[in-house]
């Protein structure tokens, strides 16, 4: 009785131990399966962690691009605008003063400071209209070719210009001096039809009409 309950004891013993002994290696198992799956986690949140930081990164320095950017355009745009302004100030100075000499009937100087005018300031808003006194100080002067040539240059730029009548008239007396005709005829036919209320139209109608019966006297 004794060896059989000895027996029994040393077999159940032996076969809690065996549980026990596949239970432990089960829970090794586990234990390192699950420190694995966390390790892989942590570098995952890692990664998570450094790719967030990378974009942020990205997006901080998109923003500082665009501000530079923005910071130097800011600048150039002010550097041009300064610069356009006293570009048109020292334009508007010359034209200016060579307005004041043709009025002062000092034509030789007021062409010399129109052409070198259109030398330095071509780009000007006054270019048109300098072309035009231009014109008028070389016709006060009897320089009648270079009349004819800045005024015919004045009208092919400046269709639209409120002087534009103007200088078909101014065109027309050049013509008269230079003896041609039909050409002083067409211009004064054409401020008739073309412009009606120019301020000068009474003139105009009784120079052409001078014009005609002259032309039927030599024929």
């Known amino acids: 009785?004794?060896?059989?309950?000895?027996?029994?004891?040393?077999?159940?013993?032996?076969?809690?131990?065996?549980?026990?002994?596949?239970?432990?290696?089960?829970?090794?198992?586990?234990?390192?399966?699950?420190?694995?799956?966390l390790l892989k986690n942590k570098i995952l949140v890692g990664k998570?962690?450094?790719?967030?930081?990378?974009?942020?990164?990205?997006?901080?320095?998109?923003?500082?691009?665009?501000?530079?950017?923005y910071?130097?355009?800011s600048g150039i745009i002010k550097e041009i605008s300064f610069k356009t302004r006293e570009y048109d100030k020292?334009?508007?100075?010359?034209y200016t003063q060579a307005r004041s000499l043709l009025i002062t009937e000092q034509y030789d100087q007021a062409i010399?400071?129109?052409?070198?005018?259109?030398?330095?300031?071509?780009?000007?808003?006054?270019?048109?209209?300098?072309?035009?006194?231009?014109a008028k100080s070389y016709l006060a002067k009897e320089d009648f070719h270079n009349a004819r040539n800045t005024f015919i240059i004045f009208q092919q730029?400046?269709?639209?210009?409120?002087?534009?009548?103007?200088?078909?008239?101014?065109?027309?007396?050049v013509y008269i001096k230079l003896n041609k005709q039909n050409k002083v005829r067409g211009l004064l036919s054409t401020i008739l039809v073309e412009f009606p209320s120019h301020?000068?139209?009474?003139?105009v109608k009784q120079l052409l009409s001078k014009i005609i019966i002259k032309s039927k006297i030599n024929n």
């Open 1 to 37: 009785m004794y060896y059989l309950s000895l027996f029994i004891f040393l077999s159940i013993f032996i076969l809690q131990t065996s549980y026990a002994s596949i239970n432990t290696e089960k829970v090794v198992i586990n234990y390192n399966q699950i420190t694995r799956l």
């Open 48 to 69: 998570i962690n450094l790719l967030e930081q990378q974009e942020r990164s990205t997006g901080k320095n998109k923003e500082l691009f665009n501000l530079i950017n």
């Open 71 to 73: 910071q130097k355009s």
């Open 90 to 94: 020292k334009a508007k100075r010359v």
């Open 112 to 134: 010399k400071l129109f052409k070198q005018y259109l030398v330095d300031y071509s780009n000007s808003g006054y270019t048109p209209d300098l072309y035009y006194w231009l």
């Open 157 to 173: 730029q400046n269709p639209l210009h409120y002087k534009f009548s103007n200088s078909l008239f101014e065109l027309a007396k």
């Open 199 to 203: 301020k000068a139209i009474n003139r």
